[in-house]
């Protein structure tokens, strides 16, 4: 409850000041009234709703509770939030009051709230704030571990990095073995195979017949392993020595692990592509969907964009470069690298990049919203690219997209159905395995508990029998007495004949 504030001066420094005194800012403002959160998850639900401009159940009791219903003057409500003071607005009947004063005001109950509050220390208020803090940045951020797209960011540009380092190096290791065996050069072109070669080889006056073989594990054809050994008997390179060998020997032996952790880096991004955008990945490929993912920031930046953004991401300065002379855009950016538009022809490029762009979208968009991971969708629309590639060519109608997305989604449900499946078995397979050995320690239990089980269900039986309406009783009660009936009729003639046929007989 405020009972005086100064409006007209609230900017002056003494009257800021006058905020952070809690005699003067008591003097001010007074406690009415104080409802405690009944459990942390009760906090965040209604932090939730505040952040929403949603008027929880809890905020609404509360001001119904303690709001002054009568009086000479009216009551002001301040409220920090204008979206939550206009969602205010609409249930109350109550002036609403959002700016000016309602901050400085705030910000003092914010500062002073331990010392208002009876029994709560700054300390632990503290600790309330910033466990609420942290409870509601977790559910904002709905964090999960396996699809988290700043890996793929990182591991596509330590990619990159690494392509220029290992070319960079390769050069050099060239360069300097060169000297040595400058023929090498000529016969193996490959980077990475050279650098190995010159680990390999050391001094290439030792190199004989004896290392033909090793020579053929490494390059991987007689013809070049026989070329190179021919090479190094009548090469033109100068000497080595021995210690200038051993520096060449352990820098081409960087190189070649470099290159192998570039295999090794390459087959992760592949994986965690499976796991974070497995339809952009089957659409397009790992590594320039990875660009893509790359390039806009993340999975859910790329899903916000629009497919002619996708289509020239990557040739921005191409774009501006065409705005500012007026000359043609650009018709792709990063998604030139796929394999799609290479194959097109000249005059359906930049078709064929629309519309791939126009899939990739898609394909992003499913990947980020999904909840369940599935390559499906993103086999489904590689067919419609390919579909639409073989349209150009030779004519042929592709299928249309509503039909493609419903086949989709059955496969997706029938896989589901499959998963679950699988699960069931495996859990019963789990409980029989722990059951087994429950089973040989206690052979004595299981009988007892088997007695138990055939009792309970003999009650269930009898109970169920109780439960039966009166009426079903008195119709197997007629029944009974209907089946009874015909039993005692044949009787009767039967014996009545034979008394007959024995007074006829003594008659005779």
Sequence with gaps: AVKEVEEIGMLLPQVEESVLSIGKFNSM????????????????????????????????????????????????????????????????SISIQTG?????ITRGVRLHFHSLVKGLTGQAASKAQLGLGHSYSRAKVKFNVNRVDNMIIQSIALLDQLDKDINTFSMRVREWY???????IKIVSDNSMYCRLAQLIGNRKELSEESLESLEEVVMDNAKAQAILEASRSSMGMDISPIDLINIERFSNRVVSLAAYRLELQEYLRSKMSQVAPNLAALIGEVVGARLISHAGSLTNLAKYPASTVQILGAEKALFRALKTRGNTPKYGLIFHSTFIGR?????????SRYLANKCTIASR??????????????????QVEERLSFYETGDVPRKNVDVMKEAVQEVSSDNIKKKKKKQAAEEMEVEAEEIPAAENGAGDAPAKKKKK???EAEEAAAAEETDTPAKKKKKQKTETVEAEPEEIPETPVSEKKKKKKKKESAD
């Design 29 to 92: 403002v007074s406690l009415a009234a104080f409802f405690p959160f009944k459990s942390a998850q009760a906090a965040l639900e209604n932090m939730n709703a505040i952040s929403e401009g949603v008027v929880h159940a809890d905020l609404k009791l509360f001001l119904e509770t303690n709001l002054p219903r009568s009086g000479k003057k009216k009551a002001v409500l301040g409220v920090s939030d204008a979206k939550i003071g206009a969602a205010l607005q609409e249930e109350f």
């Design 344 to 352: 097109a022809a000249a005059k359906n490029k930049g078709r064929i």
């Design 454 to 456: 055939r009792k309970s």
């Design 100 to 104: 000016g004063v309602v901050a400085e």
């Design 178 to 184: 060169g000297y040595h065996f400058p023929e090498l």
């Design 366 to 383: 499913i990947d980020c919203f999904s909840e369940v991971p599935t390559s499906v969708f993103g086999d489904k629309l590689r067919e």
